[in-house]
């Protein structure tokens, strides 16, 4: 009786794990679904090849800690390259 519990408990755990939402990948999206994406979570971890992933950010938000702010790159779509929002620390070049 307790190992069927056992069983039980590691299937549903199995299922579970296999049921959540897998991280999109931004080269099965267009540029404008990738760009709703972000805007409509406000922030998304998203997969950006085989390899690499980050969390992207809409331009106009507070989803960045300080320093840190909002800045443009480009990531690979179905239709191109796009252009879109992460968290970076903003680089100052001082003359002189």
């Given at each position: 009786m307790k190992s069927l519990?056992?069983?039980?408990?590691?299937?549903?755990?199995?299922w579970t794990a296999g049921a959540a939402d897998a991280r999109p990948d931004t080269r099965t999206m267009t540029c404008t679904e990738?760009?709703?994406?972000?805007?409509?979570?406000?922030a998304a971890v998203l997969t950006t090849g085989p390899n690499t992933y980050d969390r992207f950010v809409r331009q106009f938000g507070n989803e960045c800690d300080w320093p840190d702010v909002p800045m443009s790159?480009?990531?690979?779509?179905?239709d191109?390259?796009?252009?879109?929002?992460?968290?970076?620390?903003?680089?100052?070049d001082?003359?002189?």
């Open positions: 519990s056992i069983v039980l408990v590691a299937g549903t755990m199995l990738t760009q709703a994406l972000i805007q409509g979570r406000h790159v480009a990531v690979p779509t179905r191109g390259p796009c252009r879109v929002y992460r968290c970076e620390e903003p680089v100052f001082f003359p002189g």
